[in-house]
């Protein structure tokens, strides 16, 4: 174990000594990992931001009836009970809800940040209007169980003379979900793609560092140096690249974060928001640093197995 | 100890390197190697050293046929014998003290121990003054005494030495040859190739070789 120990010791300062006798190599090398390997960050950065916002919102199916404005209020609450019979019939269980124009406005003045505006706008321009609930309930990313149920109790509820318009309100969300899905397929098959150029580019650099110690391997090897011997400096050397690419590459998208947010945080204050992206928490980048250490490090393995053994 | 028996070796294209070659050396033994360029001295240290295999034959070191050798055993084999090469092998970017210790880390010996057993080597080749120095500071007899030094460092049983006086002035060449004869005074068995008609003069043992075939033995009554 002793043994073990001193000879992993010895290698990983070979390494360190390797990488300070020809730095300039080295970072050219980091430099082109930490660009490769930035891309899928950024993006998982950029999925984890927007993660939180889509999983608060409701993906209940709902719809949305807004009643003509002209209807009285006795009229509009005493459409409830055809509207809970067209859902009987429909067989689409659902909680009926009643929303008056006032706290329609009430609600919108205190969500949307538009206050100011709503106010100087005089009387209220929003109708009353019932929200249906539905207890049946999508599964993120995955279809709605019964959505032509609902669109054709849609149909039937826009019949209604005393409705404006329908709305069905999760069919954006929905999009979005399936967006959100689309988006982690793109990441994995990038994460993919670039995870095969970081295993290029640390074969590469090993291959050329392998051969520009051939003749030391040469005389390693006739003083009885094994072949695990041999190939550990360039394993820990491939390690290495691979975890500071993953450090400089998390440095990057964190400081383009600082102009981006900015961009955001005026787009966001137009709505009230004060949205902003917010760079990987530690145990997500810990992650990543170990993932791309050890890209590094099956880079160097390739390479060392198949240059140690041309030269033997 | 090594035993060679009807040991051949082509190299392509069908050069004969090694015709019919056999002999035995014994623990301990002091053995010359001569002979002129290309008659094969440096193809049998070679194949004592497992880095060339027998065309046909069989070559035993303590008893063991290198040609069936495993390949994971290979470096634990060389571990024991001591290599002295022609052209010195001394690693130019590692300073004189990092050459010789070299052996040793190999061998997973701590870096202290390392030290303390290299710096002993280095006093008995007379080079404690250059332990921080860089091969290329040092002059060709200097660097042939640091190859020796790394090689003994290790203790080894078997010393193999090709053309260790080659380039070397006749003092730095005496100075060599001292050290070897020293080693094996104390039980080391050295086989040195060289064409040095001044130290075959001396020697107790001559293995004579001409383009590949083993013209003529020698042995002193001593």
Known sequence: MKIWIRQHTGASLAAL??????????????????????????????????????????IDPELSLFLKSDLSRSNATALSDQIKRLIKNAGTPATVTFVPKEAALSGLQASSGLGDVLTTLGENPLPDAYVLSFEQHFELPTQQSNPAKIEALAAQLQKLPEIDHVQIDSNWIKRLAALMHLAQFVLIALALILGVVVITVVFNA??????????????????????????????????????????????????????????ILEFASLYGSEFQLSPLNMT??????????????????????????QLS | MIEFKQVNKHFPPGIAAL????????????????????????????????IERPGSGQVLVNGQDIARLNPAALPYFRRNLGLILQDHALLLDRTIIDNVMLPL?????????????????????????????????????????????????????????????????????KQV????????????????????????????????????????SWQSAA
Do not use: W
């Not at chain 1, 430099?31 to 984890?48: D, Y």
């Not at chain 2, 290790?154 to 730095?172: G, K, V, W």
């Not at chain 2, 005074?185 to 043992?205: K, M």
């Open chain 1, 206 to 263: 090993t291959r050329l560092q392998v051969l520009s110690h051939r003749a030391e391997i040469s005389v390693i090897r006739l003083l009885g140096a094994t072949n695990p011997y041999i190939r550990r400096p360039y394993y820990y050397t491939g390690a290495i690249l691979g975890l500071i690419a993953g450090l400089t590459a998390l440095a990057i998208v964190a400081l383009a974060l600082q102009p981006l947010n900015q961009a």
């Open chain 1, 17 to 58: 000594k390797q990488i300070l006798s020809a730095p300039g190599n080295f970072l050219f090398n980091v430099l082109v990992v930490a660009v490769a390997l930035s891309l899928p960050i950024a993006g998982l950065t950029l999925i984890e931001n927007i993660r939180p916002i889509s999983n608060q919102l409701s």
């Open chain 2, 19 to 50: 015709t019919d070659i056999s002999f035995s050396i014994g623990r301990g033994e002091l053995v010359f190697l001569a002979g002129p360029s290309g008659a094969g001295k440096s193809t049998i240290l070679k194949m004592i050293a497992a």
């Open chain 2, 105 to 173: 880390l190999i061998s997973g010996a701590s870096k202290n121990d390392a030290l303390i057993r290299a710096n002993t080597a280095l006093e008995k080749m007379n080079l404690s003054d250059k332990v921080n120095a860089y091969p290329l500071a040092l002059s060709g007899g200097e660097q042939q005494r640091v190859a020796i030094a790394r090689a003994i460092v290790n203790r080894p049983q078997l010393i193999l030495a090709d053309e260790p006086t080659a380039y070397l002035d006749r003092d730095n060449a």
């Open chain 1, 284 to 309: 997500f980048s810990a992650y990543l640093l170990l993932s791309s250490a050890i890209l590094g490090l099956f880079g160097s393995f390739l390479s060392v197995r198949h240059q140690v053994k």
């Open chain 2, 177 to 216: 040859m001292n050290a070897l004869q020293a080693f094996q005074a104390s039980g080391v068995t050295c086989i040195i190739s060289s064409h040095d008609e001044e130290f075959l003069v001396n020697a107790s043992r001559v293995i004579y070789l001409n383009q590949g075939k083993q013209c003529q």
